[in-house]
């Protein structure tokens, strides 16, 4: 990938139209459609009720979105085509883990084999932004800075407000069930590519991860690509919204590797304070505050996109995502996929739906929107 170059790996998840349930177990012509359909560019994930898309490298935000919408139509195509549906959305309204099966693959065998009860409560779907970052010293460099913006990410993306039957109280619980595995949340502030590369020989040395893919940070030096691959966001219901995201992370980068060449940074702050932040954004999404660590108090989720936006304009002109990036203010106001789950699920509460009609109800709002401004095949 050439310099702040994009890529967009989605997750999605297949559900029986008439109960609304995952699909445990999919007709193996699905994926062979999908194949044909898309090629490489799709792949089954852990659960066979899972599916992936990866688009390849894209020069600009307006190829990413066209790549996106078709990839997304293409599975949504090929799904219909053997009776099922597709939601985007991080975890599965009432779902229960322990009735889907994985896909039968050595490496998912393998985290199985490691991961014993983790593996399987995977039951959840995310988005990865990668943004090309050529000189491998300043992606670990511009890891650390943009570390502190990942919780602002996180907030936009909501989509896992629910989990098994039942409100979480969060807007996103997916990273929680992230949370659990090794290796996994904010990343350690490393202090080049040499340090990077060292830690991961101490792992592979010592036994204790051979596979670096298997660093489950929520921003890390790709493994296979010359990236930054943001991995903290829930998937977005609406492509525009995973277009927006992709925009603002691309013109952070931006945005930072500007600063450095003027040999400015942003500041580093400490990993339990992000933590914090990731926790606030988990728990109230657009609706609530984080903290700016500069001002040293809470600021309304919606002020920080302004100051956000703001930063990173002028990059965001110069790379044509600038509308894109802006978007991000209507996101901040209207809510994310989460807010409009909780929404659904209340109003056929008070209209007199039974609980189960209720996350039905959110269900077919998922697979509605999931479909809406797709470009089928």
Same mark, same amino acid.
């Given at each position: 990938?050439?310099?702040?170059?994009?890529?967009?790996?989605?997750?999605?998840?297949?559900?029986?139209?008439?109960?609304?349930?995952?699909?445990?177990?999919?007709?193996?012509?699905?994926?062979?459609?999908?194949?044909?359909?898309?090629?490489?560019?799709?792949?089954?994930?852990?659960?066979?009720?899972?599916?992936?898309?990866?688009?390849?490298?894209?020069?600009?935000?307006?190829?990413?979105?066209?790549?996106?919408?078709?990839?997304?139509?293409?599975?949504?195509?090929?799904?219909?085509?053997?009776?099922?549906?597709?939601?985007?959305?991080?975890?599965?309204?009432?779902?229960?883990?322990?009735?889907?099966?994985?896909?039968?693959?050595?490496?998912?065998?393998?985290?199985?084999?490691?991961?014993?009860?983790?593996?399987?409560?995977?039951?959840?779907?995310?988005?990865?932004?990668?943004?090309?970052?050529?000189?491998?010293?300043?992606?670990?460099?511009?890891?650390?800075?943009?570390?502190?913006?990942?919780?602002?990410?996180?907030?936009?993306?909501?989509?896992?407000?629910?989990?098994?039957?039942?409100?979480?109280?969060?807007?996103?619980?997916?990273?929680?069930?992230?949370?659990?595995?090794?290796?996994?949340?904010?990343?350690?502030?490393?202090?080049?590519?040499?340090?990077?590369?060292?830690?991961?020989?101490?792992?592979?040395?010592?036994?204790?991860?051979?596979?670096?893919?298997?660093?489950?940070?929520?921003?890390?030096?790709?493994?296979?690509?010359?990236?930054?691959?943001?991995?903290?966001?829930?998937?977005?219901?609406?492509?525009?919204?995973?277009?927006?995201?992709?925009?603002?992370?691309?013109?952070?980068?931006?945005?930072?590797?500007?600063?450095?060449?003027?040999?400015?940074?942003?500041?580093?702050?400490? #990993? %339990?304070?992000?933590? $914090?932040?990731?926790? +606030? !954004?988990?728990?109230?999404?657009?609706? /609530?505050?984080? @903290? *700016?660590?500069?001002?040293?108090?809470?600021?309304?989720?919606?002020?920080?996109?302004?100051?956000?936006?703001?930063?990173?304009?002028?990059?965001?002109? #110069? %790379?044509?995502?600038? $509308?894109?990036?802006? +978007? !991000?203010?209507?996101?901040?106001?209207? /809510?994310?996929? @989460? *807010?409009?789950?909780?929404?659904?699920?209340?109003?056929?509460?008070?209209?007199?739906?039974?609980?189960?009609?209720?996350?039905?109800?959110?269900?077919?709002? %998922?697979?509605?929107?999931?479909?809406?401004?797709?470009?089928?095949?």
């Amino acid at each position: 990938m050439s310099q702040f170059s994009l890529g967009i790996e989605e997750e999605y998840l297949l559900v029986d139209p008439a109960t609304r349930d995952l699909v445990a177990a999919p007709d193996p012509g699905f994926m062979e459609s999908c194949r044909a359909a898309l090629g490489d560019c799709v792949a089954h994930e852990l659960l066979q009720a899972q599916v992936e898309i990866d688009t390849p490298p894209c020069a600009d935000i307006a190829e990413v979105a066209d790549r996106l919408k078709r990839l997304r139509g293409g599975v949504v195509a090929a799904a219909e085509a053997h009776g099922m549906a597709v939601i985007a959305c991080s975890t599965h309204p009432f779902a229960r883990w322990r009735a889907l099966r994985r896909v039968a693959r050595e490496r998912y065998d393998e985290l199985a084999r490691d991961l014993r009860i983790l593996a399987d409560r995977l039951a959840i779907c995310g988005m990865h932004v990668h943004v090309g970052v050529d000189d491998a010293d300043e992606r670990v460099d511009l890891m650390n800075q943009a570390t502190y913006f990942l919780p602002h990410l996180l907030t936009l993306s909501t989509s896992s407000p629910f989990w098994q039957g039942e409100p979480s109280g969060l807007m996103a619980y997916r990273p929680t069930i992230f949370r659990d595995l090794p290796r996994s949340g904010i990343p350690e502030p490393l202090e080049n590519h040499r340090h990077w590369q060292e830690l991961l020989a101490t792992l592979a040395d010592t036994g204790l991860c051979k596979d670096g893919s298997k660093v489950w940070w929520d921003l890390r030096p790709s493994i296979h690509f010359p990236t930054l691959e943001m991995r903290i966001c829930d998937i977005c219901t609406r492509v525009d919204d995973a277009v927006t995201i992709a925009a603002v992370f691309q013109a952070l980068i931006a945005t930072l590797h500007r600063l450095k060449r003027n040999n400015q940074s942003w500041r580093c702050y400490r #990993r %339990l304070l992000i933590e $914090e932040n990731k926790w +606030r !954004a988990q728990r109230y999404g657009v609706g /609530g505050a984080l @903290a *700016d660590f500069g001002c040293r108090r809470l600021k309304p989720f919606a002020e920080l996109v302004e100051e956000l936006v703001e930063l990173v304009e002028a990059e965001a002109e #110069r %790379l044509g995502c600038a $509308e894109e990036v802006r +978007r !991000a203010r209507a996101i901040a106001a209207a /809510g994310t996929s @989460a *807010d409009h789950q909780l929404r659904v699920y209340q109003e056929h509460l008070d209209a007199g739906s039974s609980e189960p009609e209720a996350l039905r109800a959110v269900v077919d709002w %998922l697979i509605a929107t999931t479909r809406a401004d797709t470009i089928a095949p």
